[in-house]
């Protein structure tokens, strides 16, 4: 009987781990990919403040998205240089 109960708490509790890491994936690319909308849309001159520079804004979002964020900024500032 023992065997039998382990056997389903582990799968139980592979499957809470597996659900909670997959909701916790999705949470965080949500609010990394409002986060970059959010910015993308400022106007022009929130960018020249030096509070709001590409590495300050990469920064802020951190982690694996921060470096997309970074490269999509630096490539604008490529395309549209200021001055």
Do not use: C
């Not at 708490?9 to 609010?31: D, H, K, P, S």
């Amino acid at each position: 009987m023992f065997p039998i109960l382990a056997a389903v708490v582990a799968v139980a509790t592979f499957t809470q781990l597996l659900a909670f890491t997959v909701m916790g994936e999705r949470v965080t690319t949500r609010l990394r990919d409002m986060m970059f909308r959010a910015t993308i849309r400022q106007d022009v001159a929130y960018f020249d403040k030096e509070e709001n520079s590409t590495g300050t804004e990469g920064g802020r979002e951190g982690g694996r998205g921060g470096m997309g964020l970074v490269w999509s900024l630096t490539t604008m500032q490529r395309i549209y240089p200021q001055g």
